[in-house]
């Protein structure tokens, strides 16, 4: 649901692999969108899970910026008010790896994060890794 065709080991990158256009990320929208949330939320609450923790506990959730209907629906799924759902990506776009610290910086720097506030973070990418994080943040 989420490859590029040719370009690599595989299918080395040749005249016919760039006619093809097969050298460009292919992907099935509607299927990465259902795997990515159901990924997302479900590490979440294993996670919150570890410690005790229900997703009502968190005081901000920091997602990965790559889409606003993601970011928007995983709130919903964990029944979490917008309020509690930080996103920047219509200031700033997809950033990639950076966009969980440029997200962190600026709810810390608005007052979304506080001290003693109980954050969760999760990152998801490329061949569909991910990784979640609760932080206590500084007191």
Known sequence: ILMI????????LSDQVVAD??????MEGRSVFKVAVNTVVNSLLETLGKIGKV???IDQLVLH???SRIIQYVGEKL???DSKVFSNIA??????AASIPIAIDEAVE?????PGDLVATIGFGA??????????WGV
């Open 79 to 81: 029944g979490l008010p």
């Open 91 to 96: 200031t700033y776009g997809n950033t990639s």
């Open 55 to 57: 997703p009502d506990d």
């Open 21 to 26: 256009k097969e050298h460009l990320i292919f």
């Open 110 to 114: 608005c007052g979304r994060i506080r």
């Open 5 to 12: 065709k040719g370009g690599g080991t595989r299918k080395p």
């Open 127 to 136: 061949g569909f890794t991910w990784a979640t994080n609760i932080i206590r």
């Open 65 to 67: 910026q790559a889409n």
